[in-house]
């Protein structure tokens, strides 16, 4: 019988493997809290945040998407405060990239 397998008269887990178990629980509970800690700072942004703001920052994205798909400058991207003024930007931004593209094959 190999030395590594489980010793059936004494039915106990060898010392590497329950050493291996107990690690991987200690990183997915940790996983767990990090990724919980994670969408609770978003939930918290988007109450937190205010339409308005949102409304700024989608513009600002809007203005600097549409610059992008001309071949113009494009403005540098601002620092965001929380993930919902980030994902704003993004959003304008691509919708002025998409917008920018429309007009520029028409002509």
Same mark, same amino acid.
């Given at each position: &019988? ?7 008269? *004494?039915? $106990?887990i060898?010392?590497? +493997? ?9 990183l997915?509970?940790?996983f %767990?809290?990090?990724? +919980?800690?994670?969408?609770v ?6 109450k &937190? +945040?205010?339409?308005?703001? *949102?409304?700024?920052?989608?513009d $600002?994205?809007f %203005?600097?998407g549409? *610059? $992008?798909?001309?071949g ?15 994902q ?17 094959k028409?002509?």
């Amino acid at each position: &019988m190999p030395e590594n397998s489980i010793n059936p008269e *004494k039915g $106990k887990i060898p010392f590497h +493997t329950h050493f291996g178990l107990r690690l991987l629980q200690v990183l997915i509970i940790l996983f %767990a809290l990090l990724l +919980t800690k994670r969408c609770v700072e978003i939930y918290y942004d988007n109450k &937190m +945040t205010s339409e308005q703001l *949102k409304i700024e920052y989608f513009d $600002k994205g809007f %203005a600097s998407g549409i *610059k $992008k798909a001309q071949g113009l400058p494009e403005d540098q991207e601002p620092e965001f405060a929380n993930y919902s003024l980030k994902q704003a930007y993004r959003d304008g931004y691509r919708q002025g990239w998409d917008k920018g593209r429309e007009k520029e094959k028409k002509p």
